[in-house]
């Protein structure tokens, strides 16, 4: 946490960044504005109060947007259902679009926006059915809003996500240089455990037989006092250079690498007799074909028989050792069985308890298996079987809540794509619901909008409309039809009724002034027929 004064060049990026944003909120106000004093006064029907106020709510709304897009999505729609409860008006559609299309790209998620367009959908059917305007002006509500406000929201949505993919990429881009230089860093840390292996295992190996010879020197009869002192001497160095080995391989091993590289181009046979000609007493018995090895699986038994043999040297000096090397036609097993150690024999050399741990690590990575523990004359026994063709062991899968970087890219592409398909999706789907309503609509006010005869001559001039409204259906035909002929002079309002269900005309034509019924006509398409008056006028 930064407790002391931002940099110089910090300060003045926050400024410039800042000034940026203010001056294209003054630009987008300056633009919604112009589309207000297009409708204002005196010739756009708005009085000065009005046109003040909404270009007051549309700096309020585009001062809102970066931290509160939808209050200032439903501020714009607000102010145009005020003007027209259509929606669809010249001083805020733009506005509509504007806020529409930020709000889809500065809001984070998507379901607060699916709430609010669905309270401004029923605040829309609340609003026609207070103005008394039908359904029909709700349809054309819900026609502005999907284009106006919808599609807008959808397409700031697409932007936003890909906007988020193009970042993830370049984050992900960063994460796996650092992996690559983790990866790095962790191969050079393995390069030196297996160097510290080569060490351990040739020079411990190497250490142990040197001791084991001064042990022998030490109590050699034929040697005077002083060269059995040099003897034990050497016994000694070789004990301490072992520890000193111990200790650097302790530091080099530090990352937990315990299965090293063995020295190649020595046999066990080799190792056996270099063993023998240090004073250990072992043997070595093969059977089997001696069909040729892979080179893992050779490495794995020399590393088997070294091991067991240094052991031997370090633990039981002086005792019998017996090796065996058993082929068949699938496997090979190594055994190593050092017998109890002759009493009065040397002190034992000095252990890091590693040896089995990384042996056994060799083993299991060539497909094999190790057992080692006491023997039942007191001895100690190793042994090893494995497989003349390796077969490695299966590599654990990375668990299912471990995040990876393709992973996480193949989500960023899908949140993009799904984005794209309901950029397209969404506003065709709900055209195709919208269009099915008003269809239904249409049969339905069409069924209800039949005046019977008999109602129609019913009707008399000068009835109020209280009194007509009784005998009338629930709906009437949706403004003047085309091509019937001119309503009278003088008339306030005109309705217009079907005389039959799924016909155009002939209509029935009633037109009131001054609340009562001035004119009753059956109208038809002047190009067909002229307008006759009715039988009762």
Known sequence: MLTGPLPTSLLNNLRRERTRQWAADLALWAMLSGFVLLKGYPDGGHSPWSVVLGVGLIGVAVLLCRAWPLVSLGIAVALSATVSAELFTVSYTMALVVFGYLSGRRAPRARPALHTFAGITTAGLVLSSVADDGLWSWFTFLTTLLFAVVVPWLVGRYVRQ?????????????????????????????????????????????????????????????LGDRQQTAAGEVRQAAADATARLRDIIGVLRADGEAAPVSPAGESVAALVERAADSGVEVTL????????????????????????????????????????????EESVTVAVLNSRPREGSPPTLPSGGTGLVGLDERVRLAGGTLAHGPAADGGFEVSARLPLAVRHPPVPAAGPEAPTSAKELNRARQRVRRGLRQAIVAPVAAVAVLGVLMFAFDLYAKSRSVLDREQFDRLRIGDTRDRTRTLLPGYSVDGRPEGVGPEPAGADTCAYYRTEKYEATPLYRLCFKDGRLTDKAVVVDVDNEENRPASSR
């Not at 193009?166 to 230089?181: I, N, T």
């Not at 840390?189 to 022998?216: K, N, P, T, Y």
């Not at 074909?289 to 892979?294: K, W, Y």
């Not at 794995?300 to 019998?320: D, F, I, M, S, Y």
């Open 162 to 222: 890909y906007a988020e993919l193009v970042g993830a990429g370049w984050q992900l881009a960063d994460r796996m240089e650092r992996e690559q230089r983790a990866i790095a860093d962790r191969e050079r840390l393995r390069e030196r455990s297996r160097i510290a292996g080569d060490m351990h295992d040739s020079l411990g190996h190497d250490l142990a037989l040197i001791a084991v010879q001064a042990a022998a020197l030490e109590v050699d009869p034929a």
């Open 285 to 328: 018995t093969e059977s089997g074909p001696r069909a040729p090895l892979a080179p893992m699986t050779d490495r794995a038994v020399h590393r088997v028989a070294q091991e067991a043999l240094t052991n031997a040297a370090k633990h039981a000096p002086g005792a019998r050792v017996a090796v065996r090397l058993v082929r068949d």
